[in-house]
């Protein structure tokens, strides 16, 4: 069983930057990939980016890449999100994920643990 827990979210001006971190329980994060997602009001959960579990390969949704970056730490079981330049369609309930395999996953149902979520807001 792995155990997620996200911090970071709050509220930004458009423009402005976050970082979201997501730190895991358990001895093997190594062994899984980890991912980001999220859900806006009335609209389904979407995947934002993932990373493997090694942190070789990286991948982003089209709305977020060359604004935010995901990025891993083994050695502290964490995950983090870089969100630059954000948008207020950015605005959302953030989402860390694990899948118990270290192949980064772009889907929602290719994840086995979830975080309880973390507000983000970017005002216009």
């Known amino acids: 069983q792995v155990q997620l827990v996200e911090s970071g979210g709050g509220l930004v001006q458009a423009g402005g930057s976050l970082r979201l971190s997501c730190v895991a329980s358990g001895r093997t994060f190594s062994s899984y990939a980890m991912g980001w997602f999220r859900q806006a009001p009335g609209k389904e959960r979407e995947f934002v980016a993932a990373?493997?579990?090694?942190?070789?390969?990286?991948y982003y949704a089209d709305s977020v890449k060359g604004r935010f970056t995901i990025s891993r730490d083994n050695a502290k079981n964490t995950v983090s999100l870089q969100m630059n330049s954000l948008k207020p369609e950015d605005t959302a309930v953030y989402y860390c994920?694990?899948?118990?395999?270290?192949?980064?996953?772009?889907?929602?149902?290719?994840?086995?643990?979830w975080g309880q979520g973390i507000q983000v807001t970017v005002s216009s």
């Open positions: 994920a694990a899948t118990a395999t270290p192949v980064a996953r772009t889907t929602t149902r290719a994840y086995d643990y």
């Open positions: 990373i493997s579990g090694s942190g070789g390969r990286l």
